[in-house]
């Protein structure tokens, strides 16, 4: 599975941004699917997951109520909603598809969209 994620940018705090990860290669609805983030100088931290279906999903609770994590296999994406943009959630976003939902397991990665938030 190649992935690539976009829709990252510059945003002041309390905006809005929506990032996508297209996914190509196999059987795109065969993986849950992942967003992770990593600041400078932090280590990389789980943001959202989605299950194979997007009837299951769970958040970190650094983002619970302000981001949505949704896909469209149809489109062979998932997407992140990210609403009520804080200065710390400026990091680089990766998008990573898991074979193994429950156990957080994930196989592919995407190369990463920069998101700034300025205060």
């Known amino acids: 599975v190649q992935l690539q994620a976009c829709g990252g940018g510059l945003v002041q705090a309390g905006g809005s941004l929506r990032l996508s990860c297209a996914a190509s290669?196999?059987?795109?609805?065969?993986?849950?699917m992942g967003w992770f983030r990593q600041a400078p100088g932090k280590e990389r931290e789980f943001v959202a997951r989605?299950?194979?279906?997007?009837?299951?999903?769970y958040y970190a609770e650094s983002v619970k109520g302000r981001f949505t994590i949704s896909r469209d296999n149809a489109k062979n994406t998932v997407y992140l909603q990210m609403n009520s943009l804080k200065p710390e959630d400026t990091a680089v976003y990766y998008c990573?598809?898991?074979?193994?939902?429950?156990?957080?397991?994930?196989?592919?990665w995407g190369q990463g969209t920069q998101v700034t938030v300025s205060s």
């Open positions: 990573a598809a898991s074979s193994d939902y429950d156990r957080g397991v994930y196989d592919y």
């Open positions: 290669g196999r059987a795109f609805r065969n993986y849950g």
């Open positions: 989605i299950n194979w279906s997007g009837a299951r999903t």
